[in-house]
C-alpha cells in the first residue's frame, strides 16, 4: 500500500515563529486532507487539498501531486496550535490513511 | 448545520465484556467510517458504511463490528473486549465514499481494566 511519512516527528516552538510541515506520499493520491488534532483528541479538518494551494488565517498548505508530497505552514504560531498534526489521504477501500503525525509544541 | 457527534466521549468497561458506540453523522451525510487510534499513533480504519452497508474494512478481527440505520447514524460493537483495545475511537462522515472530505467527531476513549 501506499506510504505516508511526516516530517518532523517533533517540533518546539516559540510563539510567533513560522514553521513548515511536511508530508511524503509514496505514490499518486486523491484526497489528501491535514488536520490538527487538540489534546482533547479531536481531529479538527484543517484543509482539503488534493492539488495546489490554499490559505485559512494563519494557516496554508500546498500539494503537489505530480511530485507526492504536501506542505502544511502555520505563520506567526501560538499555543493553541499545540497538538499533533496528521496529513492523510483516501486510497483503497475508501478508507483515510493517515501519516505519521508531527507533534507540535508551541512555548511562549 | 450538525457536526459529528458521538457518544459517549468516556467508557470503562471490563475485559471480556461487549461495548456499543454510537456516532451521528455531520446532516447530509451518507458515510461513516470508524477508526482506532491507540495512544502515540495515528488513527487506523477498522470499517466504513455506505447507505447501510459495509464498503470496506480493516485488518481487525470480526469481534469489531458496525451497524448504520437509515439516518445514516451508526454503531460501533465490539465483543469480548481485551485490554489492547483500549484507545480513542474515531467516527467520521463524508458524503461519499471514498470520495469527499472526511469530519471527525469528537471521539470515544474506551479504557478496558
Known amino acids: 500500500g501506499i506510504q505516508v511519512e511526516q516530517s518532523p516527528p517533533d517540533l518546539i516552538l516559540q510563539e510567533g515563529a513560522n514553521s513548515t510541515l511536511r508530508c511524503n506520499f509514496s505514490d499518486s493520491v486523491n484526497n489528501l486532507q491535514w488536520f490538527h488534532q487538540n489534546p482533547w483528541g479531536q481531529l479538527i479538518n484543517l484543509f482539503y487539498?488534493?492539488?495546489g494551494t490554499k490559505q485559512n488565517g494563519r494557516l496554508s498548505a500546498t500539494t503537489v501531486a505530480t511530485e507526492r508530497y504536501s506542505l502544511l505552514y502555520i505563520s506567526s504560531s501560538q499555543t493553541t496550535d499545540s497538538g499533533v498534526y496528521f496529513c492523510g489521504f483516501v486510497g483503497t477501500a475508501s478508507k483515510l490513511t493517515f501519516g505519521t503525525g508531527t507533534r507540535l509544541q508551541v512555548t511562549l | 448545520e450538525t457536526g459529528v457527534t458521538q457518544s459517549p466521549t468516556h467508557l470503562i468497561k471490563t475485559r471480556g465484556q461487549q461495548v456499543t458506540l454510537r456516532c451521528s453523522s455531520q446532516s447530509g451525510h451518507n458515510t461513516v467510517s470508524w477508526y482506532q487510534q491507540a495512544l502515540g499513533q495515528g488513527p487506523q480504519f477498522i470499517f466504513q458504511y455506505y447507505r447501510e452497508e459495509e464498503n470496506g474494512r480493516g485488518n481487525f478481527p470480526p469481534r469489531f463490528s458496525g451497524l448504520q440505520f437509515p439516518n445514516y447514524s451508526s454503531e460501533l460493537n465490539v465483543n469480548a473486549l481485551e485490554l489492547d483495545d483500549s484507545a480513542l475511537y474515531l467516527c467520521?462522515?463524508?458524503?461519499?465514499?471514498?470520495?469527499?472530505?472526511?469530519?471527525f467527531g469528537q471521539g470515544t476513549r474506551l479504557t478496558v481494566v
Open positions: 487539498i488534493p492539488s
Open positions: 467520521a462522515s463524508s458524503l461519499l465514499a471514498g470520495f469527499g472530505e472526511a469530519f
